[in-house]
């Protein structure tokens, strides 16, 4: 059989004589418009590019997923992904040119591309980036989206912090809003709140995103590390909350977290990544699930200038397949708390056209408050505070988790110090990591479920 990459090269040159054949045609019919006055036809289709990437050494999902063949199409050109998270490590050999915008608010005086955080955080950052735009440099991944950018903006997670830093969760809310600022069309947050309530002071800023046309991706929340359901951001109403598949393509249990608020699920299973200070290795949790449905987006909106946020995340909901081992999906009346919609297809996404209206993420976030933040002022003006556990956000929710603990289904939580970047689960030895065709490429660090 004929190997893979040789085929793919094949395809690359069969599909470059045909545009050069194309370019010759259509040449010739503008000189026989000029010269006969006919009538002009239909404008060509996009090009695809004419160097398209080979998977990286390890990434599996990239093929399972029909990534490679969204990149014959597009690479993620002009499009930025915001990454609000522990900051992007700019010159590392695998994002080099990547990171197009950056800025920190953690308060510890960097400036987004200098990892923030305490030793079990401050590589996730970088990690998640990588995932979504690496460059494929010797043996680092491939990008889900290789010609997006990055805007990097760094938040405090975990414990600790500058001690005149701001709250975590205004930390994510400035975050968010430089963000738009910097012209990021999607937005990755893999972090949350072990908690689905959110402040009041977040809904202006979600609503501002949604006017702007962001799309706005965050994970759902990993049972490895206590979440019983899904936690904010996930649980915004129009963030698109992505949870975790293992390589089988079943839910990865340790990965995920129920809840009405998981929309998608992505692979989250041995991911290969960056880390921050050289070297690489693969790392396991939603936290990277999230941003492979980022680069999907971004490969979307790339191919797709003309469609809304809220027609690309339409493509991605209703093109999804089952997962195995689960029965049953989502559906407008009734959504399923364990998958969403169901497991990406990312290239049924870029083949998907609308039809009619597609569900609004600034209506149902307009909606939500208009019930919820309203119930809760009538309650407080009763003397009574409320969180609701099935609304998928609480009108009781602090600003910070470490302020005070947030009410869920009639039991309190213990405080945390911040919000819970999704990498905890163990730390399990990732030893040798097989690089085909450059043998064994020896791994800096461990895996980590993230």
């Known amino acids: 059989m004929e190997p893979r990459g040789h085929r793919r090269e094949r395809r690359r040159r069969l599909r470059t004589r045909i545009l050069r054949i194309a370019a010759v045609v259509a040449a010739l019919g503008m000189i026989a418009v000029y010269v006969f006055g006919g009538a002009a036809g239909a404008a060509p289709a996009q090009a695809a590019p004419d160097d398209v990437p080979e998977?990286?050494?390890?990434?599996?999902f990239l093929e399972d997923y029909g990534?490679?063949?969204?990149?014959?199409?597009?690479?993620?050109?002009?499009?930025?992904?915001?990454?609000?998270?522990?900051?992007?490590?700019?010159?590392?050999e695998n994002l080099t040119g990547r990171v197009t915008a950056s800025k920190d608010f953690s308060g510890s005086g960097h400036d987004g591309t200098v990892p923030v955080g305490p030793d079990e955080i401050i590589h996730h950052g970088t990690a998640v980036a990588g995932v979504i735009a690496g460059n494929g440099t010797g043996a680092g991944p491939v990008g889900v989206a290789p010609q997006s950018k990055i805007a990097a903006a760094s938040v405090w997670l975990g414990a600790g912090g500058p001690s005149d830093a701001e709250s975590t969760r205004t930390q994510a809310q400035q975050a968010l809003d430089w963000a738009i600022d910097s012209g990021a069309s999607v937005v990755n947050m893999s972090l949350g709140w072990n908690?689905?309530?959110?402040?009041?002071?977040?809904?202006?800023?979600?609503?501002?995103?949604?006017?702007?046309d962001v799309v706005v991706i965050a994970c759902v929340g990993n049972r490895s590390q206590g979440a019983t359901q899904a936690w904010s951001p996930a649980t915004v109403p129009g963030v698109v909350g992505v949870g975790g598949l293992a390589r089988s393509g079943e839910v990865r249990q340790s990965s995920s977290a129920p809840g009405t608020a998981v929309d998608l699920m992505g692979p989250a299973e041995g991911i290969p990544v960056p880390f921050y200070d050289g070297g690489y290795g693969t790392a396991d949790g939603c936290s990277f699930a999230a941003p492979v449905v980022s680069g999907v987006v971004a490969l979307l909106r790339s191919a797709h200038p003309e469609m809304s946020a809220d027609e690309v995340v339409a493509a991605l909901e209703q093109t999804a397949g089952a997962v195995k081992g689960h029965d049953g999906r989502s559906t407008a009346d009734a959504p399923d708390p364990e998958v969403g919609w169901g497991r990406i297809d990312p290239p049924a996404a870029l083949n998907w056209e609308p039809?009619?209206?597609?569900?609004?993420?600034?209506?149902?976030?307009?909606?939500?408050?208009?019930?919820?933040?309203?119930a809760a002022d009538d309650e407080a003006q009763a003397g009574e505070e409320t969180a609701s556990p099935d609304s998928g956000g609480g009108p009781g929710a602090s600003e910070d988790a470490e302020q005070a603990?947030?009410?869920?289904?009639?039991?309190?939580?213990?405080?945390?110090?911040?919000?819970?970047?999704?990498?905890?689960?163990?730390?399990?030895?990732?030893?040798?990591l097989i690089a085909a065709g450059v043998g064994l490429l020896r791994i800096r660090r461990r895996s980590r479920d993230g």
């Open 55 to 60: 998977p990286g050494p390890g990434q599996w």
């Open 67 to 92: 990534i490679p063949e969204m990149w014959e199409t597009t690479q993620g050109e002009g499009v930025t992904v915001a990454v609000i998270d522990s900051g992007v490590k700019d010159d590392h």
């Open 195 to 212: 908690d689905p309530a959110w402040p009041e002071s977040w809904d202006e800023t979600f609503a501002r995103a949604y006017a702007e």
């Open 355 to 374: 039809s009619g209206e597609t569900a609004s993420a600034a209506d149902e976030l307009a909606d939500w408050v208009r019930m919820h933040r309203r």
């Open 405 to 432: 603990p947030v009410a869920v289904g009639g039991t309190v939580p213990p405080a945390r110090l911040g919000p819970v970047v999704l990498v905890a689960g163990g730390l399990v030895s990732l030893g040798l």
